[in-house]
């Protein structure tokens, strides 16, 4: 039977100690599967009035399931009450509309607690698991449901192993975007992942050579046809100053030109223009200034990340958070 216009499946009538052990679990077995269910407002206290509570529950639900527990049974309730609970709890017309679950009570104890309810059949947790027992409860409650599938798939269902498969399409969607993240690279500095700037095809003047890419990025890293021609400053192995030979010259009366002559080749992919002074040693501040000095930046991502964030994080507390969020990032997308 499918639920009314005006509410749910079912509700559940338990006692508000017995929802941490059970009857949660059981609501929400109940929920994976796809039956709408209350429970929440149906956790019974001393004071409550069984009767009331189930009557309000029959007005917005097609079932009933009362939870008979110790404590359930320790509360005071009227016998008028339980005689109400087990004439809703045998057939009704020609359905039951009440559901006992026995919930770590004997049948000697509910015999004791009320001889009529001792004869309602009702499930019992000693036998069943949450899982199990909402299946039983499908069965009744929606067997339009029960029927839509094996049950094999529907115990795994109940249990929220579709979860876990939610989970494994979650890493798949993540291991696309690792390719997707791949082909966007084309368009990265290797090294710091800079955006690409510029892309220009050089011609080249010579006939019997083809033209190339000449490719600049954001962080001053440069490639034609993909092999470096100018480092990233974040390179760890970018020019220092140290990898310059300052040579100066007087080249006029009181004009000196200091020359920067690199000693390495990384050093020889960054020229620095020459320095000019009225003295020697302003014509080596001049180009000194000028002089190489390698980016100890954050790692590649968290850079990324920060730069993208830094429009948005004025304060050093937010931009901690930000570098908070990236280091999380790269946990998650380590963990395939
Ligand atoms: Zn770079």
């Not at 639920?3 to 609501?27: N, P």
Request: hydrophobic share 35%; net charge negative.
């Amino acid at each position: 039977m499918a639920s009314t216009d005006t509410g749910c499946d079912v509700f559940i009538s338990h006692a508000s100690e017995d929802k941490d052990g059970f009857v949660r679990a059981l609501a929400v077995a109940l929920r994976n599967l796809g039956v709408s269910v209350w429970y929440d407002e149906f956790s019974l206290s001393v004071g409550d009035s069984l009767s009331e509570s189930i009557d309000k529950g029959l007005a917005g639900a097609q079932y009933g399931i009362v939870v008979i527990s110790k404590a359930f049974m320790g509360k005071p309730w009227p016998k008028r009450e339980l005689r109400g609970l087990v004439a809703k709890a045998v057939d009704a017309g020609n359905r039951k509309i009440i559901l006992p679950i026995w919930h770590g009570v004997r049948r000697e104890d509910v015999l004791a607690f009320s001889p009529p309810l001792a004869d309602v059949v009702a499930l019992n947790t000693q036998m069943l698991d949450a899982g199990q027992m909402s299946l039983r409860l499908l069965e009744e409650v929606r067997p339009d449901l029960y029927k839509s599938r094996p049950p094999e798939e529907l115990r795994s269902i109940a249990n929220g192993d579709d979860a876990e498969e939610l989970r494994s399409a979650i890493d798949e969607i993540r291991t696309e975007l690792e390719g997707v993240k791949d082909q966007l690279s084309e368009y990265q500095c290797p090294v710091c992942g800079a955006n690409l700037a510029e892309r220009a095809i050089v011609p080249i003047d010579d006939p019997h050579t083809l033209d190339c890419w000449f490719e600049r990025y954001e962080c001053g890293y440069e490639s034609k046809d993909q092999i470096m021609t100018r480092p990233c400053p974040s390179d760890p192995k970018y020019p220092n100053p140290k990898d310059y030979e300052l040579s100066c010259v007087e080249v006029s009366e009181g004009r000196w030109l200091c020359s920067a002559k690199p000693l390495t080749y990384m050093a020889s992919l960054v020229l620095v223009w020459s320095g000019e002074g009225d003295t020697r040693e302003e014509a080596e501040a001049d180009v000194c200034r000028r002089l190489p000095q390698r980016q100890t930046s954050p790692p590649p991502e968290i850079g990324r990340i920060a730069r993208l964030s830094e429009a948005a994080c004025q304060t050093n507390a937010e931009s901690q958070i930000a570098e908070g969020k990236a280091n999380g990032n790269r946990r998650s997308s380590s963990r395939r």
